[in-house]
């Protein structure tokens, strides 16, 4: 997905620092992924989870519109936890994203333990 392809930029320091002195430069990647959040699988879910709270806590500030996508996501994990399976590196993944930027939630945490 591109959120992965946006956190391997954080091993760059010079592009960990673009993005930490203008974070609006990921509004059109969270505005994406908030349009088409509803037809993320599992694995894409994980991904975008991991990416999100990867790039947020390198540059040590919130992705532009980071209270939405955490929702979007939360929703989706839900959604998608009736219908597919998460494998347990996507179990993983999201466990430590949420986790990694204080985002709680019990109904995706009790789903991530049932899988």
């Not at 991991?50 to 806590?57: G, L």
């Amino acid at each position: 997905t591109y959120w992965n392809q946006a956190s391997r930029f954080m091993s760059d320091r010079s592009e960990c620092q673009r993005i930490r002195s203008n974070p609006g430069i990921l509004k059109p990647l969270v505005e994406q992924t908030l349009y088409f959040s509803y037809e993320l699988n599992p694995k894409s879910l994980a991904i975008i989870a991991h990416a999100v709270a990867k790039i947020s806590s390198q540059t040590r500030k919130p992705i532009i519109d980071s209270g939405k996508l955490w929702e979007a996501l939360e929703g989706n994990i839900v959604e998608a936890a009736k219908t597919d399976t998460f494998d347990s590196r996507n179990c993983a993944d999201i466990l430590w994203a949420f986790a990694k930027m204080n985002q709680r939630s019990d109904k995706v945490f009790s789903i991530m333990k049932n899988q």
